[in-house]
């Protein structure tokens, strides 16, 4: 079996405990407004690679990943490349390396072979980074393209399952950094029992040449990155504070 990789990434900081070996799953079918690698979003232009190339890549970083490292799927969305994933972790797992999955949940459902493989993907997986992209059913469908109820049907699986997560919500003005929708936003987390950390991530227009090469209008071009005082604000409502379990 291959999978579709759009990049790897042999020193991650910031997509997981500890030091990460990151691999970028080509395609998704979100099209998030504030999306800063639109490069990833066609399967069919990522590199072909077996689990075993990947594996072995990986490993040639172990040593630098202490005690909380290992390897983080990323994208792109890698949940699109669901059989390949199970692979690569169980493979993972054998090797004892520690697992983790970035996903904005789109193409989550809990019926048929999907749900199958989905059941045993999470055996082999350490942690989900969870995408919350907006906490408004239509604002969420005017930000990426996507609703958002199968979404909300992953948070409360994995709750049941009490598989841990991190919450990851791009603050961006106009469309997130509303007080309102935080607080709901904040609500929402409240309702999770199995949430370990909540980031939130100042949106920024670094993607906009990717955009100009690609021919792709940018929404968002003339949206500035919010305040300082606006992710401090964000951060009181979420209760950011709370959630230290990652560090135990």
């Known amino acids: 079996m291959t999978g579709y990789i759009h990049q790897l990434e042999s020193f991650g900081c910031a997509d997981g405990p500890g030091s990460r070996f990151i691999i970028f799953f080509a395609g998704c079918h979100m099209r998030c407004l504030f999306c800063h690698n639109p490069d990833t979003w ?10 075993d190339d990947l ?13 909380k490292g ?5 994208g792109g969305e890698p949940l699109l490349q669901i059989d390949f994933l199970l692979e690569l972790f169980t493979k993972a797992k ?9 996903t904005a949940g789109g193409p989550f459902t809990m019926e048929g072979a999907w749900f199958e493989s989905f059941k045993k993907l999470m055996e082999v997986t350490d942690l989900l980074l969870m995408d919350i992209k907006h906490i408004n059913d ?11 109820e199968n979404v909300v049907q992953m948070f409360r699986y994995l709750d049941d ?8 919500h791009v603050l961006t003005p106009g469309i997130t950094d509303n007080d309102e929708y935080l607080t709901q936003t904040r609500d929402f987390i409240r309702t ?12 920024h227009g670094l993607g906009a040449m990717k955009y100009k090469d690609l021919g792709i209008d940018y929404v968002l071009k003339d949206t500035e990155s919010p305040t300082v005082e606006r992710v401090e604000n964000a951060r009181r ?9 990652w560090k135990k």
């Open 94 to 102: 054998e090797k004892g390396i520690n697992t983790c999955i970035d």
């Open 237 to 245: 409502i979420l209760e950011i504070e709370k959630y230290d379990g």
């Open 161 to 168: 399952i009490n598989k841990p997560i991190w919450i990851r």
């Open 55 to 67: 594996i072995k890549e990986a490993l040639s970083c172990r040593a630098y990943w202490g005690k």
């Open 70 to 74: 290992g390897i983080t799927v990323s």
């Open 138 to 148: 239509e604002e969420h469908i005017k930000l990426t393209g996507q609703p958002r």
């Open 192 to 203: 999770l029992h199995n949430v370990q950390r909540v980031e939130v991530l100042p949106y």
């Open 42 to 51: 066609n399967m069919k232009k990522g590199k072909e690679y077996t689990s």
